[in-house]
């Protein structure tokens, strides 16, 4: 009778360490990274393809954090040559990366020190490349269970090389960059980014740019992202748009 007891007890003793260790919430991953494409096709009077590529890396861990975003757009049409001859080939393609790395300062204040470089390459448009690099101070100004709210600020150079005559124009910037991001519901998530690089020299180019997205979650590693894209450059050369816009609906990978 008393091995019986002693069996009883040791039996439920494990059954409870077993739920206890269920119940434990399971650690978060310190490295995540997906990927995503979107494609276009059009044939008939005239052929034309897009296709929008994407790769996100976040690493989260103690005290930093860092993040790395490539984009990648490819316009493909029909274009009539000097000889008249149609041909399918590229007229348009840009792409940009972007990487930024945050130091937790003070955990119960949620502020930080960052470093931040972008680098962005387009065929169209008034520039070949432009790219900047910052690093200064910021820190979570909101949180609840469902949104959270970022901004920081900080001095930095920007380089823009102008396509028709290559000139390098290097200038002095203060950076601003907000992150806002909330849970709609279960599966549904928004994001807004906004940055500001602005030259304050009289005849310079500030450049801002804004992004909303919103991402469906279809399975639990396979999401629907529709993202539109804003920006704005203050000094161009005649005959070109200062201000791009760009949307665009995608399938994104998460792994």
Do not use: C
């Amino acid at each position: 009778m008393t091995h019986k007891v002693i069996a009883g007890a040791l039996v439920g003793l494990s059954l409870i360490g077993a739920s206890a260790n269920a119940a434990e919430p399971a650690e978060k991953p310190a490295i995540t990274s997906s990927a995503e494409l979107g494609m276009l096709f059009k044939t008939g009077n005239k052929k034309s393809a897009d296709m929008k590529a994407g790769y996100d890396f976040k690493y989260e861990k103690d005290l930093w954090r860092s993040t790395l975003a490539f984009d990648l757009l490819i316009k493909k049409s029909d274009v009539k040559g000097d000889d008249d001859v149609v041909r399918f080939e590229t007229s348009d393609q840009k792409w940009t990366l972007e990487s930024k790395t945050n130091y937790t300062l003070d955990k119960a204040q949620k502020s930080y020190m960052y470093g931040n470089f972008d680098y962005e390459d387009s065929r169209t448009g008034n520039f070949k490349n432009q790219s900047s690099i910052s690093a200064g101070w910021g820190r979570e100004w909101y949180k609840t269970s469902i949104a959270s709210f970022f901004a920081d600020f900080g001095p930095g150079y920007k380089r823009d090389v102008l396509k028709e005559t290559n000139e390098a124009k290097s200038a002095f910037i203060m950076q601003a960059q907000a992150l806002y991001l909330r849970k709609i519901n279960e599966n549904v998530e928004f994001k807004q980014t906004l940055s500001a690089k602005y030259a304050p020299k009289s005849g310079e180019n500030s450049k801002y740019t804004a992004e909303s997205q919103i991402t469906t979650k279809l399975i639990e590693t396979l999401q629907l992202k529709f993202s539109f894209r804003v920006d704005h450059n203050t000094v161009v050369q005649s005959g070109v748009e200062k201000t791009e816009t760009a949307t665009a609906i995608t399938l994104v990978y998460s792994f």
